[in-house]
C-alpha cells in the first residue's frame, strides 16, 4: 500500500497500520507452511519482525519469545515472526538455535524475501535499513483489530515482560472496561472511566473507589 507524498519530491511513502484499524490480511510462506493472516481470527496475534537470522541480538530475541509462548498459548495468543529472509535460511537458524541452545522454535517464521509483508505493516524504517526490518510487535485482537504497536531499533532486543505486560493490559481493559496506569502490572489496581457529566463527575467520590479526583479513580479487580 502506497500513497504519494506531495512534499517530499513524490517519492512513495508507505502506509503504516494504525491502531484501531483492521490488520492488513495477507498470505505468506512460514517455517509451519502456509499461512494467512485472516485464519487466525479468534485468536491474539502477536506478528513481530526481526532484522536478520544469524544475527546476535535477533537469536537472544528468539530464545525469549520462544519461552514465553507457553504464557502466550495460555492467553490465547499466536506469536508469529517474520524477517527478509528465505526459509532456508530460517530452517537453518532454527535447527542451530536448537542445537546450541537447545530451544525449539514453536511458532511460525514468515520468509519475506519480496518484502510484501514487512512493507504492508510498515516494518522497512529506512533510516535504520534499507533491506532488513526494524524490530516491530503489532498486537492484533480476535476480531483483527490493531490493537498495540511497539518498535525498537537494530540494536535493542525487545522485553518479553513488556510483551507479556501489554496482553494482559489490552484483554484485561476489554474483559473489564477499565483502562490501566503507567507501569500496571496484573493485579495491580485499574483506572475507572472518568465520569462524563458534571453530576457523574460530583457523585464519583461516594462511588467506593479510591478517589484521587473526579477524573482519577482506581479500583481492584475481582480476583480469578
Ligand atoms: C542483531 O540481531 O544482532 C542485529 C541485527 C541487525 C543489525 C544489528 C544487529
Redesign the pocket.
Known sequence: MMVWNMEEKCEPKPVIPRIGETAPDFEAVTTKGKIKLSDYRGKWVILFS???DF???????FVAFAKINDELTKRNVQLIGLSIDSLYSHIAWIRRIKEKLGVDIPFPVIADLDMKVATLYGMIHPGE?TT?AIRCVFFIDPEMTLRAVVYYP??V?RNMDEVLRVVDALQTADKYKVAMPANWRPGDKVIVPPPTTTDAAEQRQHEGFEYIDWFLCKKELPTK
Do not use: D, K, M
Not at 544475527?55 to 530475541?61: G, L
Open positions: 526481526h532484522p536478520a544475527t546476535p541480538v535477533c537469536t537472544t530475541e535499513s532488513a537494530l540494536n532486543g
